[in-house]
């Protein structure tokens, strides 16, 4: 069983930056793909980034590009997300998520393939 746990969630002012961290129990973090997802009131969950076992493979959704930079420290068995140039439309609950079934090298855009996932932050961004 793995445990996640996100934190760094907040309120922050348009143009702002957050950090977010999700650290992983258990004995085989360096052996998942790890995401950030992202699911605001009335929508539905979105990929908001994903990163490889060994970090050297990342893909982001459009609207965070060049914004956000997904990063992991499989020592510590944590996933971060720098964000920056926060908007508005970024408020949303973000979590936290494990796939354990993917190859090296790959990231998992599907939400239905992950395995585990956290209890969610919440990110809200004023105008």
């Known amino acids: 069983q793995v445990h996640l746990v996100e934190s760094g969630g907040g309120l922050v002012q348009g143009g702002g930056s957050l950090r977010l961290s999700c650290t992983a129990s258990?004995?085989?973090?360096?052996?998942?793909?790890m995401g950030w997802f992202r699911q605001a009131p009335g929508k539905e969950r979105q990929l908001v980034s994903t990163i490889s076992w060994g970090g050297g493979s990342t893909d982001y959704a459009d609207s965070v590009k060049g914004r956000f930079t997904i990063s992991r420290d499989n020592a510590k068995k944590t996933v971060s997300l720098q964000m920056n140039s926060l908007k508005p439309e970024d408020t949303a609950v973000y979590y936290c998520?494990?796939?354990?079934?993917?190859?090296?090298?790959?990231?998992?855009?599907?939400?239905?393939?992950?395995?585990?996932w956290g209890q969610g932050t919440q990110v809200t961004v004023s105008s």
């Open positions: 258990g004995r085989t973090f360096s052996r998942f793909v």
């Open positions: 998520a494990a796939e354990k079934d993917s190859r090296w090298g790959t990231v998992v855009l599907d939400a239905g393939e992950y395995d585990y």
